[in-house]
């Protein structure tokens, strides 16, 4: 029988605050103590690979959005990947990779449920479920094929571009024969997004003119708009949108930290140019997945699409990595390595 | 041979400036000369009622929108209906009823190209055709049905829901089973919502604080949102928005007069409540006139829509009582009766 000394240590954060503003390390509680062990029914679970998300910052809000609010003491939510330590489920066995909602934390019980076995795929190490696939890979792919249906020739605007569903969704455009622009927050993820991905061009929003670079660059108008941050981005979009226009509403990273105001004086184009605004979360659309993912593990093998993993390590840096997202400090798909 | 002093006096309003606030004579110049006459293919048409729309401000804008921006010295561009009074052309005959953009005059000629005649329909006046059939019926049939999708149970709002196409959707969603709420901006126009039209609920945006009400009235939130004004009261409703709204993006009046700047607190529920917002010109959307119409009809006779039409007399006041649509002055659908 093992004791209470060999058994392993659990780490986790669990949520104390809704505040606005940064994350702060205060909005949690760091918690170690004696890692579960899997009862009947169960398994225990080892978190290998954490993904930090922009929604973390809508989890943490006060009110009930497309997922239940946080409440104060439960273990902070997040999407991750981990091995099978030891299972009592027909359904998993020690050395499974699975990935689902498994928290802020080392270790985890579970009765399986919303668990999903990860296949091996030749040639795709572990993180590319994090960097092209899963909720990243199917967002972009849903997002600019099934609401902003860019067509060949079409003039496609991505904003945070240079960030993990932003660039897969920049680089899908290019595949789909679209002239393709892109925003990010510093010149070299411009370089990045230019040299690296094959963006026909790139804005610095934070040391270019927005309004007057978008109207050069798109000097046919604009007719997708994948918008991943809101404020000022759109609004200078919605001056530039063509008839029927689409603009895909994946995020607004602009509007989660703050008690933010949006302002604009082109919204009359939503009307007059008969455009298309479609809010979307992928965890609605599980159907259209495997399809995005044979496109995007084939494009990626073919070496159409490139994607970058941004690794921190350990899960105690969680909280202070995660707020890279809202500065712009990360480089590509942001994940923690937990174990 | 007819001699110059007996031909028939045209009266017209022309184009003159691009403006912003409220439009004013003198963005117009009054025309007086002499009535054209129909050539070798073409038809002399009467004006007999003309239609005044809060699209008219679109049109005087400086730029293009969903049709070319006014020129200066054109006819001021108008929805009407005529009679024929002379034809050399096979499709027409005299005393035929014609609709098209006859333009903000009494006289005019055409090639026969854009006019549609216009059916006798048992029961119906012609001013039916501008209260409840036109771009009227089919903006709020197409808007309501096509984009809202609303179905039995579903809250729906409605802005300038005294107007002439906010009646009548908001009508039609009554025969769809939805509860029913509609802001206007008089005590006596929200009592005609509720009690002549059938609206469970009506805000006087002027006299009452709008989200607070938007709230008591509509309990389970909105599911659809048709929207004639945008600026705060687009604002108010996605605060309130149901996941996987429909906001109808039919006009924003608001915005018209004005080089007017939306704020908004709630824009990101767009994307955390999956929302669709879709502009729309009925215009695009011919092919669902009939059906749309053959409903209305119906439902009319059968007692179950109303609608109202407001004549004002004499072209000469059409400037004047344009803007009564920004003022909020007009009751029902507001037309000039030319002739």
New interface residues.
Partial sequence: MQSEQDQPKNLKWTFRNHSVGMIAENDFQWVEEKAPDAGAGEVLIRNVYLSLDPTNR?WMGEKD??MPALKRGEVMRGLAIGVVEKSNHPGFKPGDWVQGLLGWQKYLVSNGEGLIALPQIAGLPLEAHFGLLGHIGLTAHYGLLQIGKAKPGETVVVSAAAGAVGSLTGQIAKIQGCRVIGTAGSDEKCRYLTQELGFDGAINYRTEPLPERLRELCPRGIDVYFDNV?GAT?DAVLDLIN?FGRIV????IS??NQ???????H???????????????CL?HPEFAPQAYQDLIRWHLEGKIKYRVDVVEGLENAVTAVNRLFTGANQGKLVVKVS
């Avoid at 008690?259 to 004086?265: C, E, Q």
């Avoid at 140019?273 to 979307?280: C, I």
């Fill in positions: 809508v959005t497309y809101g759109l008839d509403a994946c995020g607004m509007a989660y008690d933010d105001v949006f302002t604009s004086r919204m009359v184009n939503i009307v007059t140019r008969r455009v298309l605004m479609q809010g979307f979360v609605d």
